[in-house]
């Protein structure tokens, strides 16, 4: 089955930290922009930081710059965001996604190759 499963997710103290994961199954990320996205009660889906496919660089959204660090191992087909000074606006599910064609995954919110299911990250005392 292709897809893409994330964990880590849970809940966490203001100033805490997360790691989320994403394992790939069924095809392999190589050849993959990849990223994470978040969407948060009410508000809309939003990039948080992507992988490009075409010189592995990465970017991240200016709310999560200086925090959070996206990273990934071939040999585990898989993706990471290491999430610390966790903040309440932090709060939201977590998707990792990927796709062939865009070197920019960040620039898109929909239409990925692959899209995983989420994981919840809850930030509050």
């Known amino acids: 089955q292709l897809q893409l499963v994330e964990s880590g997710g849970g809940s966490v103290q203001p100033g805490g930290s997360l790691r989320l994961s994403c394992v790939a199954s069924?095809?392999?990320?190589?050849?993959?922009?990849i990223g994470w996205f978040r969407q948060a009660p009410g508000k809309e889906r939003e990039p948080v930081s992507c992988?490009?496919?075409?010189?592995?660089?990465?970017n991240y959204a200016d709310s999560v710059k200086g925090r959070f660090t996206i990273s990934r191992d071939k040999t585990k087909n898989a993706l990471y965001l290491q999430m610390n000074s966790l903040k309440p606006e932090d709060t939201a599910v977590y998707h990792c996604?990927?796709?062939?064609?865009?070197?920019?995954?960040?620039?898109?919110?929909?239409?990925?190759?692959?899209w995983g299911k989420g994981t919840l990250v809850t930030v509050s005392s």
């Open positions: 996604a990927a796709d062939r064609m865009m070197v920019d995954l960040c620039s898109i919110n929909y239409g990925m190759d692959y």
């Open positions: 992988i490009s496919n075409a010189d592995s660089s990465t």
């Open positions: 069924g095809f392999s990320l190589d050849y993959y922009s």
